[in-house]
Structure formats: structure tokens, C-alpha cells
């Protein structure tokens, strides 16, 4: 193997899994490197057969086993029948006769200077657990933080992480949703000013910086193989990464197969908990940084809300809610289980404040509508559980229109609530659901809240 190489090609592929026509680099740079050996190529699609001589295929990018996520077709390129992975394909198609490229020559030599300057203190609660996992990170062991919304997460990983960096480890935050890789970006940029730091999620500018500290979506994952020292899971709980097997496994490859994968989150499944249980250790914080209780959901009825809206008009008590919200000038955010319903409102709210706008997932202006809520230029958003996590708005207070909705389970309702009152300029605010009947998630996550405000560790 020849000795030279191009060492932006390195840092870039370094611990990627890639697509070999879509680098940032020339065509030309690309293959004199497979030449040099420097990178190696792997089919896209694996395809083998069965003792029942049947056709199974894995998908080497991201895994994908489950075989009606493939498709079989007459290709031009190479002239045969070429199977595609439908699972991964909005990063970019993977099929038979795709080509990946990997790596194959020495890694990158990441810095040992970090500076953090994030100046807060942690409470001593939250001091231990981030000694606690640091204790795991040397252990090489997984670790939960389960703790309460607003509890300071996000504070607690910074010294962790920054023991990790100054040991010229690489590391990878990792979260299922676009809107908490947003939030952490600028604090994670203020609090390792020093660190090279990429932000990946979909729609981001592809770079060929060589970054020590990564924040992606899960999804971004499926690019990634043996590439991080540790991992940092935060809103482990949330959709989709908990329904698809395919994520957590893109999780555990973008991880060195001796690294660390930790979680953070404040509602985990019972799953994860006996998963860490077994294996790891497990930190538990009941209390909010700034020692306030967490909101308890007061519970208000609205009776054939969705008739109303439908019928052009805003339920009386979610009108009065609503003004009363505008009148003090409070930011707020109104969730709704339904896209089409929350739409038909979002007309009805403009006649009480234009700039008022409902997101959801797949709008194409919603990282610009939040930016807009946290700069203070709009007074409130309805949204979807797109927003139930990952956002932190001063003095937000939240109403939920339809809380008897089956989409609004108990750790829904937790996390929708743990977004009042997380500043301890403004630590409380109104926390409404508005429902057509109580049903006994409203109630498990009432108790739980109850529970976590006493003291308690949730069962």
C-alpha cells in the first residue's frame, strides 16, 4: 500500500460507511485512493441464499433485514436483476450494484486540548451522576441517567465528555429527533468552544472537516461504522428510535465494538431499564436543577372540540386560554393529536394572532417557526409531539387539545409537560389538558409527577 494519501479524504471517511459516487471529493481523488488500498469497497446489498434455497438479503448500509423493505428490478447499470434497500433510501439508494467505501488506512489523530467553559455548577445530585458515568465510560460499560425534564442532562454529560476528548477519544451524541440535535448544537458549540464540532441531521450541509465530537439523528447513523469511543443516546424513549430495530442497531455499529453506549432520557421504557439493569449502572435524578417541583397537569374538559374546530369556530375555553396567554405575553405551545385537525385551528388561532403557526414533522418551515418562539417574534405554536422534547422555551406555558388521544400516553405526557417551567427565572406555568374524558394515562402521568415531586423513583 502506498504510504500517501489525501488526509481530508481520511477525516472525512474516517469511521463512515459512504456512498462511493456521492463523496465531496472528485471522482478521480476517490478511485486513486481504492487503487492506493487506502479505501475499500463493499457491496451495497448482500444477497445469499437460504437452506429453503431461498433469496434473503442485508443491506450493508444500514442493516436492513426485513425483506419486503427490498426491491428486485431490471437495472441498466449492470444490466440484471439489482435489489435496493427501500428502508435507507432517502440518504442516498443502496443497491446491489452500488459500491460503499470504508476507510482502510491509519485513523486520525484526534487533539488532546479542549477547553470547557461552560461555567455553571452542578447540584451535588448531579455531580454524581456525572461522576457516575464517567466511572462507567473508564469501566467501558453502559449507563442510563434517568432524570426528570429539566433536570440539567444536557450539564451533566459535559464533564464526561470532556475527560473523553482530552484523552483524544471521538464521541457521538445521538438523538431520534432533528429539533434536539438543534437544541444542543449551540450549547455543546459554547461549551467546548475549542472542539471541532459537526452537527448531522437531514438537510445539513455536508462537510469534510475532521470532527472529534458529533451531534446526529439516529437516521444519520445508518453513514456510520466503528467510529465513536462513546455514545450518548439523549430522548432514548422517543419515536422512531424505539419502534425501529434498525436504529438501535445503527446505534451499536456507529460504536467501536468495545465503546460504551449510554442513554439519557426522563421516561425510559421498562426495556431499557432491565437492559441496564443487567449490564450497566444506572443514575437516577428526581428533582430539577433549580429544586422547583415539576407542573402537575391540571385537567379541563372540552367537549366535542373537534366539531367545533371543524365547524370553523375555537372551543370558548381554549379561546379564553389562549388570549389570556396573549394578553400576558406569554409564549406557549398547544399540541394536537391530529395534523388535519390541528391545521383547521391554525386559521382560527391567526384571527386571534397572525403570527401564531402550527409544525409538525414534515413542515418545511418548522426549524424556522421554533427559532422564531425561542427569539421571542412569534407569541406560541401549535405542534405536534414533534415538539414534546428537545425544546426549551423560558416561561413557555402548554396546553394539550384532545388529551384523551391514545398518542398522548403516560411518558407523552411527562415530556410535554417537562417543558413548563425549566428556568429558574420562571420556574412554574400552567400545564392544561384539555380532553373529552380522563383516561388512565392522564392519571399515571399525574401520579408520576406526584411521585417524582416527593421524592420518589418512578416504579
Not at 122 to 140: G, I
Not at 432 to 448: C, N, S
Amino acid at each position: 500500500m502506498a504510504n500517501t494519501f489525501d488526509p481530508s479524504v481520511r477525516d472525512f471517511l474516517a469511521g463512515r460507511i459512504w456512498l462511493r459516487l456521492h463523496t465531496p471529493f472528485p471522482i478521480e481523488t476517490i478511485d486513486a485512493h481504492i487503487q492506493s488500498q487506502h479505501i475499500k469497497t463493499i457491496p451495497g446489498i448482500k444477497t445469499t441464499k437460504t437452506y429453503a434455497n431461498q433469496t434473503r438479503h442485508i443491506c450493508n448500509r444500514c442493516e436492513n433485514t426485513i425483506q419486503s423493505r427490498f426491491t428486485t428490478f431490471d437495472c441498466a447499470k449492470c444490466e440484471g436483476p439489482c435489489t435496493y434497500c427501500r428502508h435507507c433510501l432517502k440518504m442516498g439508494r443502496v443497491s446491489t450494484c452500488t459500491e460503499l467505501i470504508v476507510w482502510n488506512a491509519e485513523q486520525p489523530i484526534y487533539p488532546t486540548n479542549h477547553t470547557l467553559a461552560w461555567q455553571g455548577i452542578l447540584t451535588p445530585r448531579q455531580q454524581q451522576a456525572s461522576n457516575e458515568l464517567t466511572e462507567s465510560n473508564t469501566k467501558r460499560i453502559p449507563h442510563l441517567i434517568h432524570a426528570v425534564c429539566g433536570s440539567g442532562k444536557t450539564e451533566i454529560l459535559f464533564e464526561p465528555i470532556h475527560k473523553l476528548l482530552l484523552a483524544g477519544k471521538r464521541v457521538c451524541i445521538a438523538a431520534p429527533r432533528v429539533d434536539v440535535i438543534l437544541e444542543l448544537e449551540p450549547r455543546l458549540r459554547a461549551a467546548f468552544p475549542e472542539t471541532a464540532i459537526e452537527a448531522l441531521y437531514g438537510g445539513a450541509e455536508t462537510t469534510t472537516d475532521s470532527a472529534q465530537l458529533i451531534l446526529a439523528t439516529t437516521h444519520q447513523l445508518y453513514r456510520f461504522r466503528h467510529a465513536f469511543d462513546a455514545i450518548f443516546v439523549d430522548e432514548a424513549d422517543a419515536f422512531p428510535y424505539t419502534a425501529e430495530e434498525t436504529l438501535r442497531r445503527a446505534v451499536r455499529k456507529a460504536a467501536k465494538p468495545e465503546a460504551p453506549v449510554h442513554f439519557v432520557t426522563a421516561t425510559p421504557s421498562d426495556k431499557l431499564l432491565n437492559e441496564i439493569k443487567k449490564t450497566g449502572q444506572i443514575s437516577t435524578i428526581n428533582r430539577r436543577y433549580h429544586g422547583h417541583p415539576l407542573p402537575i397537569p391540571r385537567y379541563d374538559s372540552l367537549w366535542n372540540y373537534t366539531k367545533h374546530i371543524q365547524k370553523g369556530k375555537l372551543p370558548k375555553k381554549l379561546n379564553n386560554w389562549t388570549e389570556e396567554r396573549l394578553r400576558r405575553k406569554e409564549p406557549f405551545l398547544i399540541f394536537f393529536h391530529h395534523i388535519g385537525l390541528m391545521e383547521q385551528a391554525e386559521l382560527l388561532f391567526k384571527q386571534l394572532d397572525t403570527r401564531i403557526h402550527a409544525v409538525h414533522a414534515s413542515h418545511p418551515d418548522r426549524k424556522e417557526h421554533v427559532q422564531a418562539l425561542r427569539n421571542k417574534e412569534v407569541p406560541g405554536l401549535l405542534t405536534t409531539t414533534i415538539l414534546e422534547r428537545g425544546i426549551t422555551i423560558p416561561n413557555v406555558q402548554v396546553a394539550v387539545v384532545g388529551a384523551e388521544q391514545l398518542i398522548f400516553n403516560k411518558g407523552a405526557l411527562i415530556q410535554i409537560g417537562g417543558r413548563v417551567g425549566r428556568s429558574e427565572q420562571h420556574p412554574s406555568g400552567d400545564f392544561v389538558l384539555f380532553h373529552h374524558g380522563i383516561t388512565y394515562a392522564m392519571d399515571d402521568a399525574k401520579k408520576e409527577i406526584i411521585q417524582l415531586n416527593k421524592g420518589g423513583v418512578p416504579n
